[in-house]
């Protein structure tokens, strides 16, 4: 295999990274198809990486299920912002992103998130403003970039994070192996051009 940036061979593991990273991808994009064809996919996708990661393969379903249900019901119940509103759930804990007009659109989407069986916990990470096309464009590129760093890093297993990035602020949540680990990857994420600030709800994983 050759490194495709310098021409010479890739890394030792760069192989496993470029398919982890690929699962990554289709599983931070599934969320924009909408409905349930974003369901199927991230169903599919999440199973095919359970093997990789700390959560159990019932627990990543039991998680991909509970996202599904929150999409919807803010579908459902806030049309005009369902797009605004970043859903992910990760053990049980669902953690709400993105930018929305008005304090009551806030309220309604917590609400709605804490109706879904299943789940323990709502991080409520919303802000309340309008982002424009160039955050928007900054925020995929802060999330894309970072991804990739830890995707990339041996030290790092990657599949135990997820990242979400709302007006330059960067939202993380999963499992870390240990703090050196989880060190590494708040220092990439704070060395990123336009982060403002990184925010993490990523627990240590529990010593045997």
Not at 48 to 69: P, S
Not at 137 to 164: C, G, M, P, S
Request: glycine letters at 8%.
């Amino acid at each position: 295999m050759t490194d495709f940036q310098n021409g010479g061979p890739a890394p030792r593991g760069a192989s496993r990274h470029a398919r982890i990273f690929s699962l990554l991808v289709m599983i931070a994009t599934a969320p924009v198809l909408g409905g349930c064809a974003s369901a199927v996919i991230g169903g599919g996708a999440a199973v095919g990486v359970a093997a990789l990661e700390e959560r159990t393969i019932g627990t990543v379903t039991n998680d991909t299920k509970t996202a599904a249900q929150i999409h919807l019901l803010i579908l459902e119940n806030l049309p005009d912002h369902a797009l605004k509103v970043g859903i992910e759930v990760f053990e049980g804990r669902a953690l709400l992103t993105g930018a929305v007009p008005t304090q009551e659109v806030r309220a309604d989407a917590v609400r709605l998130a804490w109706s879904v069986k299943g789940v323990k916990d709502v991080l409520n990470e919303i802000q309340i403003s309008s982002s424009g096309i160039v955050d928007t464009a900054r925020d995929a590129w802060i999330t894309a970039q970072l991804t990739w760093k830890i995707t990339f890093d041996e030290n790092v297993h990657a599949i135990n994070y997820v990242v979400e990035t709302v007006n330059g602020t960067v939202y993380l949540i999963g499992i870390a192996k240990n703090r050196a680990e989880l060190d590494r990857v708040l220092a990439y994420a704070r060395e990123l051009t336009y982060v403002k600030k990184v925010i993490r709800h990523v627990r240590l994983k529990a010593r045997p």
